[in-house]
């Protein structure tokens, strides 16, 4: 995304049109948006060109630029779970290892970078019911490694995570299996780089009663603030700004309606108890 970013600003300087920029290239100007938005992996023999184009001369600029290219290019670690991983949800997975914020609101299930291993496996039996047992137990693999991403040295990022009360009393595998999960989230509250807020049933009606989202925020300027929401057949994703100031106020307005992150530990508690 930032190598896209930087080749639109190139060209634009260049005072280019994505109709000229693909005609140096000989393909579409579709192809040249798609480059620039990160829609599709980045051909070096394509980058090289198109920084000529602009008039990047420097060897030395163009190597740094290419070696990038490399990297970018490179399968992420969840590659090896691509038999088992949509195409849509491997985008979210390498947003949430490049975030520095992660907010998100769950009317529904405890977020999966936060879900026990028999917790995650109950969630995934319900959702996909056709599943073999070796694909289900791949996917948990999957979402317990996730979770690495909280626990690293090297600063992990902060999820702040707004969920209904509903998440909490819905019984998903079992009595002991909710006790586990609780017990997960509240040791989760203790760590200084995760956020947990509760919307009572008694706080009524808030602005995304519609379904579960994520806001991605990222350190460096050129990646924008995205937004995901999910449904039953994939995953949308939103980046352009009003679209994601939209999520936001929502979420804003949510923390507020939420008890206060400093009590989460003591309304789980308490949940807990009554199981």
């Known amino acids: 995304m930032v190598l896209g970013k930087r080749l639109q600003v190139l060209r634009e300087q260049a005072g280019f049109s994505y109709e000229e920029a693909g005609r140096a290239l000989d393909v579409t100007h579709a192809t040249i948006r798609r480059m620039e938005k990160a829609e599709v992996g980045l051909k070096l023999p394509y980058v090289e060109k198109l920084l000529s184009t602009y008039g990047v001369n420097s060897a030395e600029e163009i190597g740094g630029f290419l070696a990038l290219a490399r990297e970018a290019n490179r399968p992420g670690w969840w590659h090896s779970f691509r038999d088992v991983l949509p195409d849509w949800f491997s985008a979210f997975v390498s947003l949430e290892g490049e975030a520095t914020v992660i907010r998100a609101y769950e009317p529904h299930y405890v977020p999966g970078l936060l879900q026990t ?5 109950a969630v995934l039996r319900a959702g996909l019911p056709h599943a073999a047992p070796e694909e289900i137990d791949r996917l948990v693999t999957l979402r317990i490694e996730r979770q690495s991403l909280l626990l690293g040295k090297d600063a992990p990022p902060l999820l702040w ?7 909490l009393r819905r019984p998903i595998g079992g009595r002991k299996v909710m006790r586990d999960q609780i017990g997960a989230l509240m040791d989760a509250t203790e760590r200084t780089n995760v956020r947990l807020q509760v919307i009572p049933f008694n706080a009524g009606p808030h602005p995304a009663m519609y379904g579960p989202f994520h806001i991605f925020r990222f350190q460096l300027q050129e990646i924008p603030d995205i937004a995901y ?3 039953l057949v994939g995953g949308v994703y939103f980046d352009e ?17 939420a008890a206060p992150a400093q009590s989460t530990k003591a309304i789980l508690d308490g949940m807990r108890k009554e199981i």
């Open 241 to 257: 700004r009003d679209d994601v100031s939209t999520f936001l106020e929502a979420l804003d307005r949510m923390c507020a309606q």
């Open 161 to 167: 995570v707004v969920m209904d009360e509903t998440v």
């Open 117 to 121: 291993t028999d917790y995650a496996r």
């Open 229 to 231: 929401a999910e449904s």
